[in-house]
């Protein structure tokens, strides 16, 4: 099955600083991968995904890229805020319905002022 | 946007009952489901794939007889934590696909279950 690894664990950044999580994953039939902020005791929220057919997707402060040679992908915050303190989770599967998540382990963001 | 809600979002019991979560999509159908459960400071382990009219799909080292699972309608599928010990404590978390999507997931609030 679908192995997912993500680092780092934690990740301490000033505000106005950027973010990099990086991610890989096993299985190379993944074409789909969506990361997802999580705030303490709260459910997890759909942030940006991307799918193989692209290597960049942006929204505002976000990015992701995806190398699917490399099998890995990165999710990029810029200009981070207090608000961005949260634990993200990258994730893959093979796109479509039913599909089957496989998450990575999180990061702890925390953005100090 | 698709709208899935949990319930109950807290639940404390004692050991030895049995615990229900229900997971219910409001504006879309979900003929799949997943049930994951969060550790706390640990990622979503996936536990289970809730088929509407059809038995779920259990992941390795998911016991199915303790984790029922139910999906009667393409709205509402059902966990029941059975005979629930201290060690079944922790976050549970529903997602549903609707049907006509292409891979985005729609999560539930979560129930976190505490067990005396």
């Known amino acids: 099955g679908e192995n997912v690894e993500q680092h780092p664990s934690t990740l301490s950044v000033q505000e106005g600083d950027s973010a990099v999580i990086k991610c890989t994953y096993s299985?190379?039939?993944?074409?789909?991968f969506p990361w997802y902020k999580q705030e303490l005791g709260k459910r997890p929220q759909l942030i940006i995904d991307?799918?193989?057919?692209?290597g960049e997707k942006k929204d505002q402060r976000i990015a992701v890229t995806l190398n699917k040679t490399a099998k890995h992908f990165s999710l990029h915050i810029t200009e981070t805020q207090p608000e961005d303190s949260a634990v993200y989770f990258c994730?893959?599967?093979?796109?479509?319905?039913?599909?089957?998540?496989?998450f990575g382990t999180g990061t702890r963001l925390q953005v100090t002022l | 946007g698709a709208v899935v809600s949990q319930h109950p979002s807290r639940v404390i019991c004692k050991s030895g009952t049995s615990v229900k979560i229900e997971c219910r999509s409001l504006?879309?159908?979900?003929?799949?489901m997943f049930w994951y459960r969060q550790f706390p400071k640990q990622s979503l382990m996936l536990m289970a794939t809730?088929?509407?009219?059809?038995?779920?799909?259990?992941e390795q080292g998911v016991e199915k007889d303790k984790f029922l699972i139910n999906h009667a309608s393409l709205t509402l599928s059902t966990l029941t934590v059975t005979s629930a010990h201290p060690e079944d404590s922790s976050f549970y978390i529903c997602?549903?696909?609707?049907?006509?999507?292409?891979?985005?997931?729609?999560f539930g609030e979560g129930s976190r279950l505490t067990v005396l």
């Open positions: 997602s549903a696909s609707r049907d006509s999507s292409d891979g985005e997931l729609f």
């Open positions: 299985d190379s039939a993944s074409n789909y």
């Open positions: 991307i799918r193989s057919n692209v």
């Open positions: 994730a893959a599967s093979l796109s479509g319905t039913a599909s089957k998540l496989t």
């Open positions: 504006d879309f159908q979900a003929t799949t």
């Open positions: 809730s088929n509407e009219g059809s038995k779920a799909t259990y």
